[in-house]
Antibody, heavy 121, light 110 residues
Framework: EVQLVDSGGGLVQPGGSLRLSCTAS????????MTWVRQAPGKGLEWVSD????????FYADSVRGRFTISRDNSKNTVYLQMNSLRVEDTALYYC??????????????WGQGTLVTVSS | QSVLTQPPSASGTPGQRVTISCSGR????????VYWYQQLPGTAPKLLIY???QRPSGVPDRFSGSKSGTSASLAISGLRSEDEADYYC???????????FGGGTKLTVL
């Protein structure tokens, strides 16, 4: 059974940093692209970042490019989201998600439970 | 403002058929597949439709998707109370090099 466990969220001041983790199990982690999607309180879904199975290809939303960095450690079955220069508008529930099929851009088939990031002074 | 446009709300009575639209551009829906997600209150989203009109295993055939040009639709037939949720469309955008979502449609079963 595919499982994704999101962690690392918390309360941070504007300008601060946080690193989110998503630990996966139940599938061959290294061959699937992974994604972070966020949802601000009471708002819709917003794609944040994608990383290929090998980690060689990464994409970012304009709203986070230059501040957030996605990475993965295939030996630990974990994908990370390093978030720097955090802003109040980054406050959201952050979900990691696994692609439906190998190759990328196949839809987000499995989701973590989400980890809450609150940026506030 | 979302790149893909969905109506903010939709409603229907049990047994009825409802459709939710999703409008985009050549760079997203016009060139790539459309995906639909269902988000029940307080839960993570669930993939409902992939590649425009395909259902993952376990999704009832009451749910169907279609795409034409730069627009797509999700249809739900035989509406049930448990279908009350938020529904989001998504597509890859070649111009933005990223995924784009619709703003979401809140479906109410009357």
């Amino acid at each position: 059974e595919v499982q994704l466990v999101d962690s690392g969220g918390g309360l941070v001041q504007p300008g601060g940093s946080l690193r989110l983790s998503c630990t996966a199990s139940g599938f061959t982690f290294s061959i699937y692209a992974m994604t972070w999607v966020r949802q601000a309180p009471g708002k819709g879904l917003e794609w944040v970042s994608d990383i290929s199975g090998s980690g060689s290809t990464k994409f970012y939303a304009d709203s986070v490019r230059g501040r957030f960095t996605i990475s993965r450690d295939n030996s630990k079955n974990t994908v990370y989201l390093q978030m720097n220069s955090l802003r109040v508008e980054d406050t959201a529930l952050y979900y990691c998600a696994k692609d439906r099929a190998v190759g990328g851009k196949t839809g987000f088939h499995n989701w973590g439970q989400g980890t809450l990031v609150t940026v506030s002074s | 403002q979302s790149v893909l446009t969905q109506p903010p709300s939709a409603s229907g009575t049990p047994g009825q058929r409802v459709t939710i639209s999703c409008s985009g551009r050549t760079s997203n829906i016009g060139s790539n597949y459309v995906y639909w997600y269902q988000q029940l209150p307080g839960t993570a989203p669930k993939l409902l439709i992939y590649s425009n009109d395909q259902r993952p295993s376990g999704v009832p055939d009451r749910f169907s998707g279609s795409k034409s040009g730069t627009s797509a639709s999700l249809a739900i037939s035989g509406l049930r109370s448990e279908d009350e949720a938020d529904y989001y469309c998504a597509s890859w955008d070649d111009r933005l090099s990223g995924w784009v979502f619709g703003g979401g449609t809140k479906l109410t079963v009357l």
